[in-house]
């Protein structure tokens, strides 16, 4: 069970921040596509959004560490 528990977290893990990474390309590639003197703005929106979603990531698995870490 406890395999079973640490394989899900870490599935979870990888999912959330990769989905989140996708719809953050896919939605700056439209808004590119719609108004392209906007990258600056655009840019500085991804960036943060990218580092909190690498920032759950790394917490995800900093606390998986520490629950089952012997």
């Known amino acids: 069970m406890r395999n079973f528990i640490i ?4 599935f979870a893990t990888i999912l959330g ?7 953050i390309g896919y939605a700056s590639m439209r808004t590119l596509g719609r108004n ?4 600056p703005k655009i840019l500085l929106a991804m960036i ?6 690498e920032a759950i990531a790394i917490t ?7 629950l089952f870490g012997q």
């Open 7 to 10: 394989i899900l977290v870490v």
């Open 60 to 66: 995800t698995l900093l606390m998986l560490f520490q």
């Open 48 to 53: 943060v959004a990218l580092v909190f979603a």
């Open 17 to 23: 921040p990769s989905a989140v990474i996708a719809a």
């Open 36 to 39: 392209p003197s906007t990258p």
